[in-house]
């Protein structure tokens, strides 16, 4: 299995909390962001690890440049584009199962475990609670995933994804024809999630969910962000 981390937006909205450097070097007790989800990774037997950068990408080759298991992958329109294209730079070394997942993002290893274990094309770990405008908010129908984005009302949706996901294999080829039909139509500040939604519409794969309630994650995008999830994962 292998794994791609996005790690190449800006954090500008994370302010002097970031003293300079990519924002998922921030820390949380004493350990960074992305050291946290590497070693996570690594103990849970995924040792092919792909980090997609732009933003003080020099950083990232001084910190993991010399680890085997590690391969950093420019994205050189990472100020004028989203995550999605950051997955098409990304996407062609992927060759296996893998877990998709934001550098900025922190949740306990039993939600890594659970999705490792999960057999469905995709599967998305899902907070399901009322959501806000804000949130990437799911709505399923009969135990699958039929809508991702942000735009749909907050009252029809299921709950919020968590920016973590496992794709199998066979998803691989699927997911880029979406990436890539996007894209030639300019869509560049598309999420990852557009891709998801495209092979939802074209009936390419199944898309399944599972809640993790009771189960601790913190996406870090603003100030009270950190400061909750320090307290969370304290």
Same mark, same amino acid.
């Given at each position: ?5 996005? *790690? ?10 970031? =003293?300079?450097?990519? $924002? ?12 946290? =989800?590497?070693?996570?990774? $690594? ?27 590690? $391969?950093l992958v420019f994205n050189p329109f990472f100020d004028i584009s989203n995550v999605l294209v950051s997955y098409w730079v990304g996407s062609r070394f992927l060759k296996d199962d893998f877990l998709y997942l ?17 057999? *469905? ?8 609670? @009322? ?15 039929? %809508? ?8 029809? *949706?299921?709950? %919020? ?12 080829? @699927? ?13 560049? $500040? ?32 603003? @100030? ?9 994962? *304290?």
């Amino acid at each position: 299995m292998q794994a791609i981390i996005m *790690a190449a937006g800006m954090g500008s909205r994370l302010g002097a909390i970031t =003293n300079g450097k990519p $924002k998922c070097f921030v820390t949380i007790n004493g350990e960074s962001l992305i050291d946290r =989800n590497i070693r996570m990774l $690594k103990e849970l037997g995924i040792h092919d690890i792909i980090i997609v950068i732009g933003n003080l990408h020099e950083e990232f080759d001084h910190k993991f440049g010399q680890d085997k298991e590690i $391969k950093l992958v420019f994205n050189p329109f990472f100020d004028i584009s989203n995550v999605l294209v950051s997955y098409w730079v990304g996407s062609r070394f992927l060759k296996d199962d893998f877990l998709y997942l934001h550098a900025d993002t922190i949740c306990e290893e039993g939600i890594f475990r659970k999705l490792i274990n999960s057999q *469905a094309d995709i599967v998305l770990p899902v907070d399901i609670k @009322p959501t806000d405008e804000e949130a990437m908010k799911v709505k399923e129908k009969d135990g699958r995933v039929i %809508e991702i984005n942000k735009t749909m009302d907050p009252k029809e *949706a299921l709950g %919020e994804f968590i920016g973590i996901c496992k794709c199998k294999k066979t998803s691989i080829d @699927p997911l880029f024809h979406e990436t890539q039909s996007l894209l030639e139509n300019k869509v560049l $500040k598309s999420y990852f999630e557009g891709a998801i939604q495209g092979v939802i519409t074209d009936g390419l794969c199944h898309v399944d969910y599972f809640g993790v309630d009771g189960m601790r994650w913190s996406e870090i995008d603003f @100030p009270e962000d950190y400061e909750r999830a320090k307290k969370l994962f *304290a």
